[in-house]
Nanobody
Framework: QVQLVESGGGLVQAGGSLRLSCVAS????????LGWYRRAPGNQREWVAT???????NYAASVKGRFTISRDNAKNTVYLQMNSLRPEDTAVYYCYGDYPGHRSWGQGTQVTVSS
């Protein structure tokens, strides 16, 4: 099974930016979709963004206009550029990949936004 590894999380002040990366152990060329979820303390997991194999993107209303998802097939990597961060964006962020027949998940990376 393909392994996904996130990086790029950290502590940032409100209004700041972070870029998360998610590297797959194998090719993402045939992946149907890649995306990000997040889970804040005490909350349920929340979908954040998705990018399809054709490059179409979708965003949760809470992040639209502030976050940008992109992919680099040559690097087997999906990114999440997060701008204008807010304290409510604090969460563990998980990437996923929809491979034929299964979904793979990363281990998560913590993002903390201070006010």
């Amino acid at each position: 099974q393909v392994q996904l590894v996130e990086s790029g999380g950290g502590l940032v002040q409100a209004g700041g930016s972070l870029r998360l990366s998610c590297v797959a152990s194998g090719s993402i060329f045939s992946v149907n979709a890649l995306g990000w979820y997040r889970r804040a303390p005490g909350n349920q997991r929340e979908w954040v963004a998705t990018i399809t194999s054709g490059g179409s993107t979708n965003y949760a209303a809470s992040v639209k206009g502030r976050f940008t998802i992109s992919r680099d097939n040559a690097k087997n990597t999906v990114y999440l550029q997060m701008n204008s961060l807010r304290p409510e964006d604090t969460a563990v962020y998980y990437c996923y990949g929809d491979y034929p027949g299964h979904r793979s998940w990363g281990q998560g990376t913590q993002v903390t936004v201070s006010s």
